[in-house]
């Protein structure tokens, strides 16, 4: 048997005022992060990696987060942007085909 975590982050549900606040934040501002993603959902070796990885990704965004959902240990992901749009890695895909 092969371990593995899954982790999903998110916007819609832990946020506050109308301006779209929300818990997930850019270290570099100390405000919420801004990305084109609303939700990550990461598979990986461990439920910590997977943790850890699907919150950078939802921060970084679709482009600057790719790079991370291909890093040793990451098995799959699932992002979807705010425009509804869904992107899957070849793994992921071929796990929900």
Known sequence: SVAMGVATSGIDVHRWGD???????????????????????????SAALAEVVAKAVRSRGSTAGAELVGRPGVLGAVLLRRSGEVMATEQALAWLA
């Open 19 to 45: 301006d779209g606040r929300h818990h997930l934040i850019d270290p570099a501002t100390g405000r919420p992060a801004r990305s084109d993603l609303r939700q990550c959902t990461v598979v990986a070796v």
